[in-house]
């Protein structure tokens, strides 16, 4: 009897988790891009909302635009100094040249 009140108390609490779960909208901070961030035109403030992209490395990304005109495609960034695979990797789905 007491196997069966068990099975009948943890099946409906998986249940609700599972739910919970699935409803769940994706964890991003509130300075986190609700849209992707077009590193053509992006300022310095915007730039920063990326995760890891602190003040100097944003201002390195709009220096290194104005010096060597517009990025082509995304994968251009690591082109920037403080700017990894690693880092790109994070912020690859937020950004956009277009």
């Not at 249940?15 to 964890?27: D, G, I, K, R, W």
């Not at 995760?51 to 990304?61: D, F, L």
């Not at 517009?70 to 880092?87: A, D, H, L, S, Y």
């Amino acid at each position: 009897m007491r196997s069966f009140m068990v099975k009948g108390f943890v099946f409906p609490l998986v249940l609700v988790f599972a739910l919970v779960s699935m409803m769940t909208v994706p964890s991003f901070s509130e300075d986190s891009p609700a849209k992707k961030i077009n590193i053509n035109s992006a300022s310095v403030k915007e730039l920063q909302k990326l995760p890891q992209i602190g003040a100097v490395v944003a201002q390195r990304i709009v220096d290194y635009r104005g010096k060597h005109g517009k990025f082509t495609k995304i994968e251009e960034i690591m082109k920037v100094k403080g700017i990894g695979e690693k880092m790109f990797l994070k912020i690859k789905p937020l950004i956009t040249v277009e």
